[in-house]
């Protein structure tokens, strides 16, 4: 019988060392994966938030809400585009930058409440009715690309630095405005009462208290008016001011004059820094002139928004922070020295 040749171990190692070899490698390859998935969701993680940056920057800071009066939404690029011009029709005022901010914010909700209170008035407020408006204020007819109309609209979005949409929102509210105006002017009628009243102007209560004594115990109260009154104009005509409708009195002296009749001394009343005792010389109809009647419905408009304001107090929100009038601020030129 043949004797069988005995096996060494050496194949056997060489399948060991082989199998760890392959092992090894499966795990370098794993490592590196994982490396790579590492690096990958780094990248994305990146892109992501360099992403996110350009969509806030862009889309997200911009449309967030900086004013929302009921329904009526502001954008903080909306503000931004009416900042730089209502920067520039302000510049004479003396105020600071911070304090013309925050008017332009107020008087966007005064736009809104205008807006609404035209609409409850039934104005006509449409595109059409808007283009028109526009129209009329540049003094052309309403016309297409090429028309007199579109170069001078194209002008005026030039020099104001607004796009369409902005500046026809913003001619949209002074459509309203205007409407309502006419509409108040003509429930106010062309006259109405006035009252002619004489006045002592003086600078502290306990003066006028003394000049109310004086003429209750007889004085000639014209005669005090030329002497005593700090009112250089009416002084000159024995006290008596020019006559206005009640409305157009100061409050205070409005409201004390309030269902008075014809010969009624009143005071002293504080108006403003000084002092009123006055009396009310007649109340006769008479017509209103150009600027009274401009005031009067100023007034009225003014009274309307108030209580309109108070009425949606509860859906009136304000969100403009430090970082929005930053953002807003980048992208108008603001003045020297601002």
């Not at 004013?67 to 585009?81: C, G, H, N």
């Not at 736009?111 to 204020?137: H, N």
């Amino acid at each position: 019988m043949a004797r069988r040749e005995r096996t060494t171990a050496l194949p056997r190692a060489r399948q060991r060392a082989a199998a760890h070899q392959t092992r090894r490698t499966l795990g370098e390859r794993r490592l590196q994966l994982g490396v790579i998935g590492v690096a990958v969701v780094l990248l994305l993680a990146v892109l992501g938030a360099f992403a996110y940056r350009v969509y806030d920057t862009r889309v997200g800071i911009p449309q967030s809400t900086v004013l929302q009066v009921a329904d009526e939404k502001f954008s903080l690029r909306y503000y931004a585009d009416r900042l730089g011009p209502f920067i520039q029709a302000n510049l004479s005022s003396g105020q600071s930058l911070a304090i013309i901010e925050e008017r332009l914010l107020t008087k966007l909700e005064e736009e809104a409440l205008t807006l609404i209170l035209a609409r409850e008035a039934g104005v006509d407020l449409s595109d059409q009715a808007v283009l028109q408006f526009i129209a009329d204020q540049l003094g052309v007819p309403v016309g297409g690309s090429g028309t007199s109309f579109d170069t001078l609209y194209r002008n005026q979005l030039r020099t104001l630095g607004i796009d369409d949409g902005t500046y026809k929102r913003m001619k949209q509210a002074e459509l309203a405005d205007a409407r309502l105006m006419d509409l108040i002017k003509e429930e106010i009628g062309t006259s109405g009462d006035q009252y002619t009243v004489r006045v002592v102007l003086v600078g502290d209560q306990e003066t006028a208290a003394g000049i109310r004594g004086r003429i209750e115990a007889g004085e000639d109260m014209g005669t005090i008016a030329q002497v005593e009154s700090l009112d250089l104009e009416s002084r000159q005509n024995d006290g008596i001011l020019p006559p206005e409708p009640l409305p157009l009195f100061p409050e205070s002296a409005r409201e004390a004059m309030e269902g008075a009749a014809v010969g009624t001394l009143l005071g002293p009343v504080q108006v403003g820094d000084n002092w009123w005792v006055f009396r009310i010389e007649a109340i006769e109809e008479r017509d209103y002139s150009d600027a009274q009647a401009q005031q009067l419905a100023d007034k009225e408009l003014a009274d309307r928004i108030t209580a309109k304001r108070a009425e949606l107090a509860g859906r009136i929100r304000r969100s403009l922070d430090a970082d929005d009038i930053e953002w807003a601020e980048e992208r108008v030129s603001l003045p020297e020295g601002s």
